[in-house]
């Protein structure tokens, strides 16, 4: 019996042969895909995507990569952009300190989105890099309704079960793949299978052997395969339980 896989966290605007893009995906069991918007153009292609393609679903919101795409009506374009009901959360959001942007705007964005996520009753997908004190502290301070994902998780094991605690579940791709990605291996090991979802971070991130190369949910059963490896399970299983995770979190339809 064939594998059937969601691709919790993509970026198909990325592609220009995007159909291509979700037929390979279809043909390796990839069955679904969330793609994610990180600014409000990119989220308008992503509910385009999502409209056109009976499998394929949207999350939107302001990446803190992207704050200078702040303006006075952001807030109220993403609320209507979420009424599709292709649209299945909010994101993706959060704090990155890497390049030094305005912390304090970034905080703010984050704390509005998050707003909004709970009055339209939807999860968040959160983005944190190099900001896991800040982004925690926020989320104890404003809680959200609707459950989240941490996707692309880098933080600690300590960090992962505060989050889990707070109602958050996790997303990994092809870093665990990688060689010099023991942090993130520990942790998979550390979580309980309810708490997790693949992705890929598409066209980013390819796993091992194609690190390196442009990135698609068609690889998708790679990381399953490292995680049945993580976790000594049965790839199947893998496959059966991070789909249903999905599932329940986006409330994506069967």
Do not use: W
């Amino acid at each position: 019996m064939k594998n059937n896989f969601i691709d919790v966290h993509a970026h198909l605007d990325a592609f220009e042969d995007v159909e291509k893009v979700i037929n390979d995906a279809k043909i390796n069991g990839v069955e679904k895909i969330v793609t994610a918007g990180y600014n409000l153009a990119s989220s308008k292609i992503c509910v385009e995507l999502a409209k056109k393609y009976p499998d394929v679903y949207a999350v939107i919101g302001l990446h803190p990569e992207n704050i200078e795409d702040e303006n006075a009506d952001y807030l109220s374009e993403l609320k209507v952009l979420a009424k599709n009901e292709k649209v299945v959360g909010i994101g993706e959001i959060g704090l990155d300190y890497h390049y030094g942007k305005d912390k304090e705007r970034q905080k703010k964005i984050f704390v509005e989105q998050i707003e909004i996520a709970n009055l339209l009753n939807l999860p968040i997908v959160i983005h944190s890099r190099d900001a896991m004190g800040d982004t925690m502290e926020i989320l104890k301070k404003h809680k959200v309704k609707n459950g989240g994902l941490m996707h692309c998780y880098s933080g600690s094991i300590e960090s992962a079960r505060e989050l889990k605690k707070l109602g958050f579940s996790f997303s990994f791709g092809g870093v665990c793949t990688f060689k010099n990605a023991k942090n993130v291996c520990a942790v998979i090991e550390d979580l309980s299978m309810d708490s997790i979802m693949l992705e890929t971070d598409c066209p980013y991130l390819a796993p091992v052997p194609h690190r390196g190369e442009r990135n698609e949910p068609k690889y998708i059963p790679l990381i399953a395969e490292r995680i049945t490896e993580l976790k000594n399970m049965q790839i199947e299983e893998v496959a059966r339980i991070t789909t249903n995770n999905a599932k329940n979190i986006f409330k994506l339809k069967n």
